[in-house]
């Protein structure tokens, strides 16, 4: 499904150049859960945004069904996005003055063709499906940090997406709660989703079907 | 576009503290221009409005009497200060001025008398006021109803009158006053006219030498001074007799009003009337000349000061104001910043961002602005009817303030969301 061959990214930071990524290659079937695993600054976040197409590689190729992701503009890495991408975020990133249905739905927002009833109805349905069908209206500051990560992975899921991208998901989580996320992620997968996660913890990583590690900038 | 005016309205109504505080700033701008300037142009226009009254060219000579007899000490103790002999103002002094004064277009003398108003059935204090036809052409008098009277009827003392707009309802009510008879002391009059009603005179002016036209019945100044009471025709000894009591005006004419051909003479010859008058009255300074137009020409000069010091505040205010909307925008954008990033990392594309904000930032705006029109007019209002100040609201005002404070909401609500929009979404997302 995703194809990556020889996915280079230089940061520039004034005279400072900083190869973070030197040169990946990675297939993502359909159906995958893959861990990416590696230590702090090994360049995990920097592939997942490339992937996710929150951030464009300095030099290489990325297909995805074949179609060449690198060459799109911005408006259709947008919509690229919106379609394809389900982003969980370490720090959650729900916008505070919304209801958990609201933020929720927000990826609906910007999809075309979906009235109000039918985002709630889906965004509802979401929640119901990571076990929130009581919090509806809650703010994100009314919930607690669990359930603020189930409403994110809600979000991620509402708008069918063919990759679930979370980055360290439960980097901000206790133990028993990561073990339920954990728990959630395993049954979307059973249920035909395909997920990347990011993670540079040996445990979290095993609740994924492959692992590949990252180190300096290249899979090792 | 449909749907960005929805994120809009929806972000709005999340950010409720943000949005009022945003318009309350453009509130109070707007509102604060608008009255304030429309305090300023109110005294302005109320100045040209007086001007209109007074005339221009006009040269008004008052007499000065004190109403009491003046029995006190030093009266006696300094004989050599006793009051030279002043025959007071008269006509003689009018006829003295047209041979003296040049380019002299009209002239007019006045007496005044405190009276009663008799119709058929019903009697009001006025004042009695009797003046040559040309007073009325001085003042440019124009009537609501009948005639003015002529020359002709004033040198053959002819007893008509003309009617003040109030004092003309007040005596006939229900009927026509033209044709009618009105009575003053033992003169009966013809009323052959109804003067035009004029907006109040203020105290100013009044006390300039203008009448209040509303209120008073006009009779032309020979049928007054040879049928009603002369004050000419009082002797110094009859003044004399009277030394213990009220003391009779010994003035036989209360104003002389002179217009001129040109403004340049009215200086110069208001001067000149001032030594003869001197002159004719053996020294003694029983009588004052005037110069209305000069006189509210300087109270302008300091009324448009006073209109650059409010301009001036109301300038200020605008631009703390914009200052305060700017920062207001500005801040809340950069507490946004992670919000775009996310809106970006679930689909939104740079346009939807700057599109929402673009329209977040009108709709505050114009929704303060349209507030603070409303606040700047109800202020104004409230400052002509509570303060009794004159104001007039100007549209130049309304739209300078509304613009500037609605382009200032739109502008810093807008551009750092722009930037933001063109941003990486990594790095906005990254934004503490
Ligand atoms: N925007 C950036 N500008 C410059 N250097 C960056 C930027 N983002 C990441 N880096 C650098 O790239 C390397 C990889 O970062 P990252 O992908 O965030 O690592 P990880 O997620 O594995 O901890 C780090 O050394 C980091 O300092
Ligand atoms: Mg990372």
Known sequence: ?220 | MIRNARIAFESILANKFRAILTTLGIIFGVGAVISMLAIGNGAQQQILEQLKIVGVNNIIVKSIYEKEADNSEEEESDPSQAKKYSPGLTLKDLSNIMEVVPNIELITPEVNYETYALSSTIRKKTKAIGVDPSYFKIFNIELEQGNHFTQLQNNSKKKVCLLGSTLSKLLFPKSNPIGKTVRIGRLNLQVIGVIKKMGGVADNLQSMGINDYNNEIYVPIETLLSRFKDRGKISIQDNRNWSNGKKENPNQLDKIIVQLKNSEDVAPSGELMSRMMKRRHNEVVDFAVSIPEQTLKQQKETDDLFNWLLGAIASISLVVGGIGIMNIMLASVQERIKEIGLRRAVGAKKNDIKMQFILEASFISLFGGVIGIILGITLSYAVEIFLEMPTKISIFSIFLSFVISVLTGIVFGYLPANNAAEQNPVNSLKYE
Request: glycine share 8%.
């Open chain 1, 1 to 220: 499904m995703i194809e990556l061959t020889n996915i280079r990214k230089t940061y520039i930071t004034g005279e400072l150049e900083y190869e973070a990524l030197k040169g990946i290659d990675l297939t993502i079937n359909p159906n995958d859960y893959l861990a990416l695993m590696g230590s702090s600054g090994s360049g995990k976040s920097t592939l997942m945004n490339i992937i996710g197409a929150l951030d464009v590689p300095t030099s290489g190729e990325y297909l995805l069904r074949k179609k060449p992701i690198h060459e799109l503009d911005d408006n259709q890495i947008s919509e690229f996005r919106n379609q394809e991408i389900g982003f969980v975020f370490q720090t959650f990133n729900l916008l505070p003055k919304l209801s958990a249905l609201e933020n929720v739905g927000l990826p609906l927002l910007y999809a075309d063709g979906i009235e109000k009833e039918e985002r709630n109805a889906k965004s509802r349905e979401m929640l119901e499906l990571v076990g929130l069908g009581d919090k509806l209206m809650n703010k994100p500051n009314e919930m607690s940090g669990g359930q603020r990560q189930r409403v994110a992975i809600a979000r991620a899921l509402v708008n069918s997406p063919s990759l679930i991208l979370a980055d360290e998901p439960t980097g901000n989580l206790d133990s028993k709660t990561s073990e339920s996320i954990m728990e959630l992620f395993a049954n979307l997968h059973a249920k035909g989703q395909t997920i990347l996660l990011v993670t540079h913890e040996k445990e979290i990583s095993e609740f994924a079907q492959r692992t590949i590690v990252l180190k300096d900038g290249i899979i090792i």
